[in-house]
């Protein structure tokens, strides 16, 4: 890590194997502890498999690796890379506010998901809640066309919290634009202090002050128009226990159904359209169904290389309220306990999907086909030792990487 100079970690330079819209990076480089900073060694790096970290593609110079040096993902439970995944277009989204033609699911060229085992769709009928007026809002100028980056890092940095506001713990991140600085307190041999600052700089940057909304704003909704067409997108946060993950991912999925509700009843008005909503959990290796009672799924591999999660219960739902409702659902089932960091720390990796289907020429007797779909990580916290108690015993995961402790990141 480079004392005084600055790192960027942004959409460029995060091209590296995940598939499209789909990856994760964190860490923090040499931390010494000072106010709300770790003692520890860390490395940014790149991994769907924490345990097994790749770094980036960008190279780390300091590990003599050279720029164009390709790094292998390790394949874990959360392979990403089997996910048949589409890119999200660099170019301007083609189709949006188009007719159903322009998608050429009339020519079968749309997604097909007919491998993917999902368990029977189970309908929720409920009275809409909101009303159709909140729908056929006209969406925002900039979401009928904006260019999708690939890949995009966002770091939120929470407020310091009670606890470390008794210990007289000093915050030292100072955030500016899309670029931060931690100060790191250091001791010469003589033991006299100094600040040796470090920066990064991200594709964005929000302060402690920042709302969920903006957070929305800057990480998810760019992305949601482009789910109609063809592409499978993946939000999620990581970081340290503590760091503000669930925090920051919990109202994610909400605002993003509403702005899918919105543009399927208006945008997409009578286009065979439908909505799909999975919740799973992965804890201890194992994948548990949210939504229905627990059940264990089973993750295979069919003969395409494509992951299908057999026995995932899907449910249609065309209103906020039911999707509020499964929402809730599934986080009152999901695995928490407790660490030396958060008292309600998440335990499993927690996938909420939400997938976008359409009816091949509106044939009612065919199943729809997938037209794109949204998917949300809140990865479980990842501890230091000295964060675990004896309580995280059963259910701590064994993450190798070290963090500022009020910050996180968000990968859109
Ligand atoms: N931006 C924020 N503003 C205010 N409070 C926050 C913020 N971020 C997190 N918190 C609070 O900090 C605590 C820990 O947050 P949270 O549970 O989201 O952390 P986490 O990273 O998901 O932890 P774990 O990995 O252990 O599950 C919670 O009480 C939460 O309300």
């Known amino acids: ?82 996910f048949d995944t589409e890119l999200i277009p660099d170019f301007q ?19 097909d998901d007919s491998d993917m085992s999902f368990g029977t769709d189970k309908k929720m009928s409920k009275s809409a809640v909101f009303a159709e007026s909140n ?12 260019p999708v980056a690939k890949i995009k890092v966002v770091v939120r940095k929470r407020p310091l919290n009670k606890k470390e506001i008794s210990k007289k713990e000093e915050d030292i991140i100072d955030i500016e634009q899309n670029s931060l600085t931690v100060h790191e307190t250091k001791l010469k041999v003589d033991l006299t202090e100094y600040v040796e600052k470090h920066g990064f700089v991200f594709d964005a940057v929000l302060d402690e002050d920042v709302s969920n909304d903006e957070v929305y704003r ?20 990581y970081g340290q226990t503590g760091s503000g993950k669930t925090y920051t ?20 008005r009578n286009q065979g359209f439908q909505l799909f909503f999975s919740f799973f959990e992965i804890y201890g290796g194992k994948l548990y169904d949210l939504l229905n009672e627990r059940s264990k799924l089973c993750m295979r591999e069919d003969g395409k290389q494509k992951v299908c999660i057999v026995g995932l219960q899907e449910y249609r739902v065309s209103d906020l309220e039911t999707i509020k409702e499964l929402i809730e659902r599934g986080n009152a089932t999901r695995s928490t306990g407790t660490t030396g960091a958060n008292e309600e720390s998440s335990r499993s990796h927690a996938i909420l999907q939400l997938a976008i289907k359409r009816r091949v020429d509106g044939n009612e007797s065919k199943p729809p086909r997938l037209a794109g779909k949204l998917s949300f ?11 675990t108690n004896e309580n995280d015993k059963q259910t701590r995961l064994s993450y190798k990487t070290f963090y500022v402790r009020n910050i996180h990141y968000v990968f859109c």
């Open 249 to 268: 991912m919990r109202p994610l999925p909400l605002k993003a159904s509403q702005d899918i509700l919105r543009l399927m009843h208006h945008t997409y």
């Open 135 to 146: 729908y056929l809002k006209a969406f925002p100028e900039k979401e009928k066309a904006a």
């Open 218 to 237: 800057e990480t998810v909704e760019p992305v949601v128009p482009a789910i109609f067409n063809r592409t499978k997108a993946t939000c999620f946060a």
């Open 377 to 387: 990580i809140d990865l479980a916290g990842s501890e230091r030792g000295a964060d």
């Open 93 to 111: 989204v083609q189709g949006m506010y188009d007719g159903a033609e322009k998608f050429g699911y009339a020519n079968g060229e749309g997604f």
């Open 1 to 82: 890590m480079n004392a005084g100079g600055r790192r960027r970690y942004t959409s460029e330079q995060l091209l590296f194997d995940v598939p499209a819209n789909a990856a994760t990076a964190g860490g923090a480089g040499r931390w010494t502890q000072r106010g709300g900073l770790r003692r520890g060694d860390g490395e940014i790096f790149v991994s769907v498999d924490p345990a097994t970290p790749a770094r980036l593609r960008g190279g780390d110079a300091a590990a003599g690796e050279s720029p164009g040096q390709k790094h292998q993902l390790s394949p874990g439970l959360l392979d990403l890379h089997a």
